[in-house]
């Protein structure tokens, strides 16, 4: 039996002492997905316990292009820490980091509850207040930035830092497959996608991990942030990088790597 106290500190270990770890699965043979989301879980807990709140949920690895860049081929399901979300344009710590990447990000911003086993991308729509652009920074804690799904799961999806934008629209203003994201950095044009691209519809996605979180009696709450995935690949942050999400509908988002 897999003790996962014992592996959630040991990722937080590797947070606290910003060095990369041993993937897990590697080392005790196989780590199922079940396994991971009870590591996960208790990592989290123990970050709220210590003081930390929950300011919402993720999704990760929901563009081909993101599952294509890491090797996988399903969705992955996290947390958002209320420490981790900065601002619109906001400068990152990279020494706070082991191996940091920025990538941008469609943001739910949740009006209502939302808790049903039959989620659908219609009911997500009539519970979300606004959607909005964002960057996330991911930052796997395990050596040279690979992992398999259940490792990503178990440190609870890559997750560090994740910049909110404040304008955007309400999510039936637009078809959300239709908006338009560019990601630059240092004024490098990096890729080019729309909604679409995360697995069809931004809101699809989000059903997704409101019918995750039901099988655990959870669900999304009013006020929380939703990280709904990112239509295109990450990109390493150096020292002083800036990197631009922009999109057709929310505005920009800028991140500054110091």
């Known amino acids: 039996m897999i003790d ?3 592996w959630a500190r040991y990722l937080q270990r590797a947070v606290d002492d910003r060095r990369e770890v041993q993937g897990i699965g590697a080392q005790i043979g196989e780590l199922s997905l079940p396994d991971a989301y009870e590591i996960q879980e208790t990592l989290v807990a123990e970050r709220m316990f210590a003081g930390d709140a929950l300011a919402g949920a993720k999704l990760g ?26 601002g619109a344009d906001a400068e990152v710590e990279l020494a706070d980091l082991i191996h940091p990447r920025a990538e941008p990000e469609f943001v739910f911003v949740m009006g209502d509850d939302l808790a049903s086993p039959n989620c659908t991308a219609d009911q997500v729509l009539d519970a979300t207040e606004r959607v909005v652009g964002g960057i996330e920074i991911i930052d796997s804690r395990y050596e040279a930035f690979k992992f398999t799904l259940p490792d990503v799961i178990a440190d609870n999806t890559s997750a560090a830092r994740a910049l909110i934008g404040e304008s955007g629209v309400a999510p039936r203003d637009v078809d959300l497959t239709q908006v338009e994201c560019t990601f630059t950095v240092d004024g490098e044009l990096t890729g080019t996608a729309t909604g679409a ?13 409101v019918r995750h979180l039901a099988r655990k009696d959870r669900g999304l709450l009013a006020g929380w942030i939703v990280l709904a995935g990112a239509p295109l690949g990450a990109e390493p942050l150096a020292p002083g990088a800036v990197a631009t999400a922009g999109y057709s509908h929310f505005g920009d988002v800028t991140v500054r790597a110091v």
């Open 4 to 6: 996962h106290r014992y």
């Open 61 to 86: 690895l929901t563009s081909k292009a993101k599952q294509e860049q890491m090797g996988v081929d399903e969705p992955a399901y996290g947390w958002v820490p209320s420490s981790s979300v900065l």
């Open 197 to 209: 691209a995360l697995l069809g519809d931004p809101a699809e996605c989000v059903a997704m991990l």
